[in-house]
């Protein structure tokens, strides 16, 4: 299986996963024209994809969704929510309603040599997921977007082969910076983002021997820089003392906003 990052961020998501045999993009919240050039770098094309699954319906997680969709018809999979929500989007345009399928939280399904397991996350939109995603020799999970964690959340990304997971702020920047009142709480609510030290605190919990990567997403432009969530998440790893890790025994990388990450192969 291999997995990369288009785009991991606040302004824009884009991750793509598979094997030899298929291959799902999981969100197109970019323009068509970077999500082509991405997949390009590693000799993919969008038209090569047999899936888009939606974690919801904000727009850094959908806004290229209507053009690739007409483009490539690509079967798209989503909760039933979260379809609603994106037929109610007119910035999308129209997207043809044959190339929506229904899932629900905690129920696989397949999609070629890919089971695709969606599961529950706290955030404040119509009906979000995240998913974990394996086959018959790995295991790979996208979870952002997450107020919180639960038993839910670390049993879902336990047992995994690479990940990559939120660490979205730095809660003193978030704290001091320039956003409103408001929508400071909202970030730092049940329903927002998880923050760098929160992240470090679940990696810590759903480690083991054989994880060979984990990429740090959707960080925030504004309250954010990749070195602090790096140093802060492999500090939190080497702080708990419920593991025998410190945050050096993995290969840890920050998913960048703009850039399309390394490749992972399992």
């Known amino acids: 299986m291999d997995f990369f990052s288009i785009a991991s961020g606040s302004s824009g998501n884009c991750i793509c996963v598979g094997d030899d045999h298929t291959h799902v993009m999981i969100d197109a919240g970019i323009s068509g024209k970077r999500i082509e050039a991405g997949m390009n770098k590693y000799d ?26 007409r483009k490539y018809h690509i079967p798209i999979y989503a909760t039933a929510g979260t379809i609603r929500a994106i037929r109610s989007m007119k910035s999308l345009g129209a997207i043809d309603d044959s190339l929506f399928h229904v899932i629900k939280p905690g129920e696989d399904f397949n999609l070629g040599t890919l089971t695709i397991h969606p599961f529950h996350i706290s955030h404040d939109a119509a009906d979000p997921v995240a998913y974990r995603i394996e086959n018959n020799k790995s295991k790979v999970a996208v979870c952002t977007d997450l ?3 639960d038993n839910n959340i670390i049993e879902n990304l336990t047992g995994l082969d690479a990940m990559l997971l939120e660490a979205n702020h730095d809660i003193h920047m978030l704290e001091v910076g320039a956003y409103p009142y408001p929508l400071k709480q909202r970030i730092l609510g049940d329903y927002g983002h998880l923050s760098n030290e929160a992240s470090g605190k679940l990696l810590s919990q759903v480690l083991h021997d054989n994880v060979k990567h984990v990429f740090l997403g959707h960080l925030s432009h504004e309250n954010n820089y990749p070195d602090l969530a790096y140093e802060t998440v492999r500090l939190e790893v080497t702080m708990d003392k419920s593991t025998p890790y410190t945050g050096a025994d993995f290969n840890i990388t920050v998913a960048s906003r703009i850039d399309v990450s390394e490749r992972v192969v399992m």
């Open 44 to 69: 993919y094309t969008t038209a090569d994809m047999n899936g888009l699954l939606v974690t919801h319906e904000h727009s850094d997680h959908v806004s290229g969704l209507g053009v690739v969709s």
């Open 147 to 149: 107020g919180y964690y």
